[in-house]
């Protein structure tokens, strides 16, 4: 085998300038792929950050069918002991309480229907950035005050301002109708319209006076440190909770679309990055075959002296794996360094993209990431690529008779 490494190295470098040229390809495509998913992959966790703390939570307890059917019945008791457990979970950086009803909003002569969310302000800082989406006016502070957020949309279609009272007609608990006045103190842009023309943001306090509902809530949503996080706190909450009637929800249970699309995304990338690599097979398949041809009357000669045809296969495979070897080494550094400075310097996008971007709720911003799967991934593809390029060489090294490898010319 020590023969067979030493012929094989001394064989790539024969014809140093082919030897170059495909090295330098297989590099090229190790560079792009790395740096391309990189991106892509480090962006998609940028959005889902981004997407999830806006309001919808990492993770949200409910009653059983209230995501299939949401209403006020499904609702349970919210209990500080419930809390301090989740918050002591490793993992967890917050959890708030909220109710989600329905309910119409009046101003003058207009009325329009509106998702209302009751919240406790400083609770829910700690799970959402949705004070941070604050576009106008300010955000009221205590869970027992009459003043309102709304989105900045619903605020044009009723064609109020800040500082003016509106009417929250809603249905409560028990089946009743509750209505009360509230004061406009601000309103948020989340970058979701729909979400924009009907939220409304009250005191969790103010949601039960409304409402009728004492102390229960619809959910109870929690913020977990990272996307990994996810699944492990979510096992760890379902064995705590240890109630029957409440389930825990993952973000992309919660948000199945959000999934999909991202998904969908994603496997266009993985396909244009599979033209790429392959490519450069066939890149890999012309050399490999024209040192093979070349080499007939040399191979033709080591035959016919008693080498075994299994031994020249080996060589041929031994040879491209050096080439492919170097290439992906070179690729994985470069792709690297490229990977890095993007995560220090990210790609602040600008103009009407930017815009774009804002509208959907997206980070104007492409990010990058270093994680080991991608760069492992990435090199494993090649390297099979390139095993499955020199078959075709492989089998006319093996298929090679001794004397007619003499005559070629």
């Keep these: 085998m020590k023969l067979l490494l030493l012929l094989a190295w001394r064989n790539v470098w024969r014809n140093k300038r082919r030897s170059f040229i495909t090295l330098s390809a297989v590099a090229f495509a190790a560079l792009m792929a790395i740096a391309m998913r990189g991106i892509?992959?480090?962006?998609?966790?940028?959005?889902?950050?981004?997407?999830?703390?806006?309001?919808?939570g990492y993770i949200q307890i409910q009653k059983i069918g209230y995501?299939?059917?949401?209403?006020?019945?499904?609702?349970?008791?919210?209990?500080?002991?419930?809390?301090?457990?989740?918050?002591?979970?490793?993992?967890?950086?917050g959890s708030s309480p909220r109710i989600n009803a329905d309910g119409l909003v009046s101003f003058g002569d207009?009325?329009?229907?509106?998702?209302?969310?009751?919240?406790?302000?400083?609770?829910?800082?700690?799970?959402?950035?949705?004070?941070?989406?604050?576009?106008?006016?300010?955000?009221?502070?205590?869970?027992?005050?009459?003043?309102?957020?709304?989105?900045?949309?619903?605020?044009?279609?009723?064609?109020?301002?800040?500082?003016?009272?509106?009417?929250?007609?809603?249905?409560g608990y028990d089946g009743s109708l509750g209505n009360m006045k509230y004061k406009i103190s601000g309103t948020v842009k989340t970058g979701n319209t729909v979400f924009d023309a009907m939220a409304v943001f009250i005191g969790l306090k103010s949601a039960h006076q409304l409402l009728g509902m004492d102390t229960k809530v619809n959910t109870i949503a929690i913020k977990v440190s990272s996307l990994e996080k996810t699944n492990p706190v979510r096992n760890e909450?379902?064995?705590?909770?240890?109630?029957?009637?409440?389930?825990?929800?993952?973000?992309?249970?919660?948000?199945?679309?959000l999934k999909q699309s991202m998904e969908f995304d994603n496997v266009s990338g993985i396909f244009f990055l599979g033209i790429l690599i392959i490519i450069v097979a066939f890149g890999i398949l012309n050399t490999v075959l024209m040192s093979v041809t070349e080499r007939f009357r040399e191979f033709g000669v080591v035959l016919a002296i008693g080498m075994p045809q299994i031994n020249l296969v080996q060589v041929v495979y031994i040879e491209t794996f050096f080439i492919t070897l170097l290439g992906i080494l070179i690729g994985n550094i470069a792709g690297y360094f490229v990977n890095y400075y993007i995560v220090l310097n990210p790609i602040i996008l600008g103009g009407g993209l930017a815009e774009v971007y804002a509208e959907y709720n997206f980070v104007p911003r492409l990010e990058s990431s270093l994680d080991v799967m991608i760069f492992l991934n990435v090199s494993i593809s090649i390297i099979v690529i390139s095993i499955i390029s020199c078959f075709y060489p492989a089998y006319k090294t093996y298929k090679l008779e001794p004397l007619k490898g003499i005559r070629h010319t």
């Design 67 to 93: 995501k299939k059917n949401p209403s006020l019945n499904k609702a349970f008791v919210y209990s500080e002991n419930l809390e301090t457990k989740l918050i002591s979970m490793h993992g967890v950086t």
């Design 40 to 56: 892509q992959l480090g962006t998609y966790a940028l959005n889902y950050k981004t997407i999830i703390e806006t309001f919808p």
């Design 237 to 257: 909450i379902k064995s705590v909770i240890n109630n029957p009637e409440l389930v825990v929800l993952t973000w992309e249970e919660i948000m199945p679309e």
């Design 110 to 171: 207009v009325s329009l229907g509106a998702a209302v969310f009751g919240i406790i302000p400083e609770k829910e800082k700690n799970v959402s950035t949705i004070f941070e989406k604050l576009n106008e006016g300010n955000f009221f502070w205590y869970d027992s005050t009459n003043e309102i957020v709304v989105g900045y949309k619903l605020l044009a279609n009723l064609d109020a301002k800040i500082g003016d009272e509106i009417v929250i007609l809603s249905q």
